[in-house]
């Protein structure tokens, strides 16, 4: 058989085949300094008091800075919640309020520990439940987050929680809730691996019969979350990384590298069984597959890297994990897999675990393999019309429940029920006149006293406002209720405290932050607080949500036109990708929003969606739905440039790869579905609506939908105007690799399908 003509992949074969086992054995040392480097990554990614979704160019940030530096025990973080013991006592009672004060005492002895007051100051008598058995003490823990939570595990929690004399106690406050969160999402992380591998390598030997074939994929995936966890680690050094990001790097790792070794596994073997040599049949491999995989994580690597865009550290850390973990996987796959498979040679297919099951029954021909798959793309191809406007319809009808997404930010609630701080958060809402963490805080320039006490008592009337602490004393209603507070002027800065009688993260919170922020002022004020940063999150994303869109549609765009050199096949491309991500986003809001489904997943719906999600999800899911339509795409270009006839070309390139992308889409869902069977709502919310999104795209867009559109646009999906036609020759990815002739355009499909038979253990198409 003649050999492939040469070409940089072919060069690539070569290399990799030529030293196998001193590649391995670098890949081996480069991997232990990964996992050296790389095994602290946990303990310096952030959950961070706003969950990395603040502007921090924005109003709120500047006033958050500025408190921070000018008033650093302002912004409580720690609560104690008191209950007095039994059933008639009260927190102002004289025993407990002894025991409170020496409490609130002890707690200000800790080092680190600033800013701290109790219902038992005279200045903080708010701070006592309406039916008066319970009282808070509230602080500020000094420090960086990793500091602060440190305090908070080894000081605080010990001597602290639980029963305290005669008193009750119960921790919570914003720096318990993310201790709280990064716990369960570290546990859960190790848990939906410890459900996804094994389920993933059962699926893998199934798919491809040999158990040795199967760890190859794994394999490869452990590379790239080893690798980027190291990546990870470098990175935290110079900027803040989300928590978040771990999960995504398990998903991805597990899934890309497991999609781009399907597909070379795959091809190795399908090159094997048309009778070339291992190195041959290598180098066409890298030739087609290996030019499909660097495509396909470039698209993706696009898409996770427009959410660079945004100023947000959670979606610009999330790209950071996203671009490392792809470019590793395909750099894996296109390296280190030639290698495992010139050492393994034959001996991939051994350990056939098929055997157990498998009938004792001559195998058929090569034709026979993906024969429902060709047998469903010409049904659908026969009454394109009729499966095109079905197919469209019901995923425009799955999304419509998005039309109405309310957007919020995280809180407490998503941390499970029986969370403590989560139990704290719920009981100060529901027990107290007020939020003494959920407040609207303002820092004025300049003020003089006369003008800042008038702007207390103007803010102290608005609808919504519990009270107003600021420095000329304590309002309520427009009536004086409390002394002067000199501690609350730093400089020609000051601070008030506007509590709000309404949940901060809700419609009626971001509408009192307005109302505060419209308030006319004779000097400078800046209103921070959660509610506030909501508003300015969600104007930073609907500032950079139009860039993000433009990015991954213009590049989406060049890089399938320099696959195709067709003008339509972009456009078809980019427009079949978002038609798969309507169910995901029609289910986020039907679900998590709406609650329909909240006890069968146990989570509490909020009414609203994290801000910041929905843009993760839709880079993506886009992205790796972007991934099946490069595999489908390029096989069938592969078969048009072999083919004349334009809708054989598609039902060869739909049975060569139908197997392949469901197979690597289930791999891929079961990993997202472990991912979201989370405690964090967020996690849930991502884990399983990518989950919907890629299963969606795998198995009604790529055999319904793409089918039936290819049909209806017939040889025209090909077109391009001579100028592109001359650039796409010029910089265009032309496959190589198939040295048959060009069969003539009458010859039948059936003819052309004849091949030799395939080992076994071959993948069924």
Not at 130 to 146: K, M, T
Not at 363 to 386: I, N
Not at 631 to 641: A, C, N, P, T
Request: proline share 6%; aromatic share 6%; net charge neutral.
């Amino acid at each position: 058989m003649p050999q492939p003509p040469r070409s940089p992949f072919t060069a690539l074969a070569r290399l990799t085949g030529r030293r196998p086992r001193a590649l391995l054995g670098l890949t081996l040392l480069l991997l232990a300094g990964a996992v050296v480097l790389g095994g602290g990554v946990a303990d310096r990614l952030r959950s961070g008091g706003s969950g990395g979704v603040v502007d921090p160019a924005s109003e709120s940030s500047f006033a958050a800075d500025v408190l921070e530096r000018e008033f650093p025990a302002a912004r409580p973080d720690l609560v104690l919640l008191v209950t007095a013991d039994g059933g008639s006592a009260r927190v102002d009672d004289a025993e407990p309020a002894r025991q409170g004060r020496a409490l609130a005492a002890r707690l200000a002895d800790v080092p680190g520990v600033g800013g701290v007051a109790s219902f038992w100051d005279a200045r903080a008598g708010a701070l006592r439940s309406e039916d008066g058995r319970q009282a808070l003490i509230v602080a500020r823990v000094g420090g960086d987050e990793s500091a602060a939570e440190r305090t908070l595990t080894d000081e605080i929690i010990p001597r602290f929680d639980g029963r305290r004399g005669d008193l009750d106690v119960r921790i919570g406050g914003s720096l318990a809730v993310q201790r709280e969160q990064q716990t369960f999402i570290s546990e859960d992380l190790l848990r939906a691996e410890l459900i996804a591998l094994p389920i993933t390598l059962l699926i893998l030997i199934v798919v491809f019969g040999s158990a040795v074939a199967a760890l190859l994929p794994v394999g490869i995936g452990v590379i790239a979350i080893l690798g980027t966890n190291a990546v990870l680690r470098v990175i935290t050094e110079f900027t803040d990384v989300s928590v978040f990001a771990s999960n995504l790097t398990t998903a991805l790792g597990l899934g890309l590298a497991i999609d781009y070794a399907l597909l070379i596994v795959r091809r190795y073997r399908e090159e094997l069984g048309r009778g070339r040599d291992a190195p041959a049949a290598l180098a066409v491999t890298l030739d087609t597959a290996g030019r499909t995989v660097l495509f396909s994580a470039a698209t993706v690597a696009v898409s996770l890297a427009a959410m660079m865009v945004f100023p947000l550290y959670f979606l610009r850390s999330l790209a950071y994990a996203g671009i490392s973990v792809v470019v590793l996987a395909a750099l894996a796959a296109l390296v280190v897999l030639p290698a495992l498979l010139t050492v393994l040679g034959p001996r991939i297919d051994a350990l056939d675990a098929r055997r157990l099951v498998r009938r004792r029954s001559p195998r058929g021909p090569k034709s026979a393999e993906g024969a429902g798959w060709a047998r469903l793309a010409r049904w659908v191809m026969r009454r394109a019309p009729l499966v095109a406007t079905g197919t469209l319809g019901v995923l425009l009808l799955l999304g419509v429940p998005f039309l109405d997404v309310d957007f919020g930010t995280a809180d407490y609630r998503q941390l499970p029920r029986a969370a403590e701080s989560r139990v704290v958060q719920e009981q100060i809402r529901d027990g107290f006149d007020g939020s003494p963490t959920g407040t609207v805080d303002i820092v004025a320039e300049g003020p003089g006293d006369g003008e800042l006490a008038a702007y207390a008592r103007k803010l102290s009337e608005l609808p919504g406002v519990v009270r107003v602490e600021s420095p000329a004393g304590r309002f309520t209603g427009g009536d004086g209720a409390g002394p002067a507070r000199p501690d609350r002027v730093s400089g020609d800065t000051a601070y008030l405290t506007v509590v709000p009688g309404v949940e901060a993260i809700s419609e009626r919170g971001k509408e009192l932050a307005r109302t505060v922020r419209a308030v006319d002022t004779p000097f400078p004020a800046h209103v921070s607080g959660a509610s506030a940063a909501l508003i300015d999150t969600q104007a930073a994303i609907g500032r950079g949500l139009p860039w993000a869109v433009g990015i991954i549609v213009l590049a989406t765009l060049v890089l399938v036109f320099l696959l195709t050199g067709s003008v339509l096949a972009p456009v078809q491309a980019v427009l079949l990708n978002a038609l798969s991500l309507t169910a995901m986003l029609g289910a986020v809001v039907w679900i998590f929003q709406d609650g329909h489904l909240s006890g069968l997943l146990d989570f509490t719906p909020t009414g609203s969606i994290e801000t910041a999600l929905p843009v993760l999800m839709f880079c993506l899911a886009f992205g790796l739905s972007m991934d099946y339509g490069v595999f489908l795409l390029s096989r069938i270009k592969e078969e048009r440039e072999r083919l004349p006839d334009h809708r054989a070309a598609v039902v060869e390139g739909i049975r060569s790869t139908g197997g392949v992308i469901t197979a690597a889409a289930v791999v891929l869902a079961t990993v997202m579905v472990a991912i979201g069977s989370s405690r964090i709502t967020n996690t849930k919310m991502l884990g399983l609506g990518v989950a919907l999104a890629i299963l969606m795209d795998a198995m009604v867009v790529r055999t319904l939908l793409v089918p039936a559109v290819l049909a209806l646009t017939g040889r025209a999906t090909w077109w391009a105007p001579a100028p592109l036609r001359r650039l796409h020759a010029r910089f265009g990815i032309a496959e190589g690799g198939r040295d048959r002739p060009p069969e003539p355009p009458d010859a039948p499909p059936a003819v052309r399908a004849e091949q030799p038979p395939v080992p076994a253990g071959s993948t069924p198409g």
